[in-house]
């Protein structure tokens, strides 16, 4: 399966940084344009306006985040034939030797130095489901 386009944009760190951040700021300058007040009402509406727009984006990123997980075909298991889509080893094929499901990471088989400088971790959004193996051991299919 070839990866698509916004699965390989979205499989890097910037675009969601940019969006967490970005959307805060945005909210917090349109309360200060809505503000009427002294320096005092605008610092209070940057600070209001950040706050509601990070709670807002962190809860719209996070679903985004778990879609696009989906997506990419997680969950993942031991065994699973995966495609790394982002960074040095952008384009492997790799098998997932382990996953660590409470971190939403798995670790990939991309030679012996990346498993002991720990190089092989990469995120459910950033591999995609090549084929279903059968699981090794371990994190067994439902």
Sequence with gaps: MKPSIT???????????IVFWG??????????????SNRTGYIMSIVVGALIGVIVSYFFLRTLWHIRARINGAPFYKGDIVLILTGKYRGQVVSIYEV??????????????????????????EVCRETQAKPISGLERP
Excluded at 7 to 17: E, T
Excluded at 28 to 34: I, K, P, T
Excluded at 102 to 111: A, E, H, P, S, T
């Design 23 to 36: 959307f805060p700021l945005c909210i917090g300058l349109y309360f200060v344009m809505q503000s009427d």
């Design 100 to 125: 660590w499901k409470d971190r939403n990471q798995v670790r990939v088989d991309i030679g012996e130095q990346a498993k002991i400088d720990a190089k092989d971790v990469f995120s459910f959004i």
């Design 7 to 17: 699965q390989r944009f979205l499989a890097n760190n910037w675009p969601w940084k």
